[in-house]
């Protein structure tokens, strides 16, 4: 009779870890898919909570919120006076059972005695700050400065990496009126990456922004923009062919493919269209999915759009009055 093996070879566990390599090689990129999908459904919800509470907002108010609470331009030269710089994503925090956060920041005033969240506060001149809640020299007695710190995971996409080298504190869009048109960002940077609760997403206003008066031909202006109140009727492509909220990894540049400047969910609300969908410049939407970028639109659903999406198409969905009422999705 033939002695009972004890073990295996050395040549058959040789092969056993070889299937088991391969069976794992062949797993990992399912497991990613899975894990990405999943990643990408709470970004999903994530938005969708956004459009329902701007949804909300205009239940009570009649008007959606302001894209955010900032300076006055003047027509020529551009910024000319200070703003609050608070972002639409800060006014709707009571309509997503955040008051712990919104409260205390409404309630804050600085030593001018202006009111964060006063949305017919235009400015003082330039020299004469209103609030800065981002100015770090009166950190010590500034509530709303820490209350900012504050990170909320239904500001923040789950497959964005977060790894700024800085915080962009405000946002917005100016037009310079000496011979063209030309939509511009303007706001604070500053270094201190761990200061301010960040967002990985943005109001849209538009191709440019809000039209100015002495402009005739321009009809690419968005839901959001400087102290807006646009209301349902003033949607007439329709809400569900116009772009509320997308996805946007930050002002900066990419660099070790990772964007590096972040937006404050504080001070950040919108940015425009103008540069498209696929390409490597700053202050777009965009996202880590692979692709596509997600968008809210004004119904509250929630669609996504390749990255090359055709321009003229993206940019008509940016627009709240150009007269597209068809959405691309994935």
Aim: net charge negative; charged share 20%.
């Amino acid at each position: 009779m033939r002695p009972r093996r004890a073990a295996f070879t050395l040549v058959e566990l040789l092969v056993v870890i070889a299937i088991i390599g391969i069976l794992i090689a062949l797993l990992l990129p399912a497991v990613q898919r899975a894990r990405e999908a999943a990643r990408r459904m709470r970004c999903s919800n994530n938005l969708k909570q956004l459009g329902v509470a701007a949804a909300t907002f205009v239940t009570a108010e009649r008007h959606f919120p302001a894209g955010y609470l900032g300076p006055k331009p003047h027509p020529l030269t551009g910024m000319s006076w200070d703003g609050q710089y608070i972002s639409v994503f800060a006014i709707l925090l009571p309509y997503m059972e955040l008051d712990m956060v919104h409260d205390p920041m409404a309630g804050f005033d600085d030593h001018f005695a202006y009111k964060l969240f006063d949305v017919k506060l235009i400015g003082q001149p330039v020299g004469t700050p209103v609030i800065a809640f981002w100015d770090r020299t009166i950190s010590d007695a500034n509530p709303a400065m820490e209350l900012a710190q504050t990170k909320i995971p239904a500001f923040m996409c789950p497959s964005a990496q977060e790894r700024p080298d800085g915080i962009w504190l405000g946002t917005g869009i100016v037009w310079k009126l000496s011979g063209s048109t030309v939509g511009v960002s303007h706001g604070y940077m500053i270094y201190d990456s761990h200061a301010y609760g960040t967002t990985q997403y943005q109001g849209c206003a538009g191709t440019l922004g809000q039209k100015p008066p002495n402009v005739i031909d321009y009809n690419g202006e968005g839901i959001f923009f400087n102290r807006s109140k646009t209301a349902i009727r003033d949607i007439r492509d329709g809400t569900s062919s116009t772009i509320l909220f997308g996805e946007s990894l930050g002002p900066g540049v990419i660099q070790d493919n990772y964007y590096d400047r972040a937006w404050t969910w504080s001070g950040c609300g919108v940015i425009w269209t103008a540069r498209g969908l696929n390409n490597e410049t700053p202050v777009r939407f965009d996202s880590e999915h692979p692709d596509i970028v997600q968008f809210c639109y004004a119904d509250g659903s929630v669609q996504s759009l390749n990255k090359d999406t055709d321009d003229e198409i993206y940019f008509a969905l940016s627009g709240k009055h150009d007269s597209l009422n068809v959405v691309e999705s994935e």
